[in-house]
């Protein structure tokens, strides 16, 4: 409705959606709900564990980054 309402000046909101991390097999950051019938359905997404667990990667990614760097710069050097 916002965007039918604002049309291109509608905010854009981003995320993840539930069903995909579930099949991705990232359990941890989804919120389930038990439906009438007993099945369990991906409901929701837990989106600060996301942005945890990806804090933490991007530190690894950036050391990483500076040790190759560093091995680069020794290699030229030579």
Sequence with gaps: ?????????????????AEELH???LTD???YEEQEDGTVLPNGVRQ???????HRIVQEQDKTIKDLNTRIEALEAK
Excluded: H, M, N, Q
């Design 48 to 54: 600060i564990s996301i942005l945890t667990a990806l």
């Design 29 to 31: 950051f989804v919120t």
């Design 1 to 17: 409705s916002e965007v039918e309402r604002d049309g291109d000046d509608a905010p854009k909101l981003y995320g993840y959606i």
């Design 23 to 25: 099949d991705l097999g």
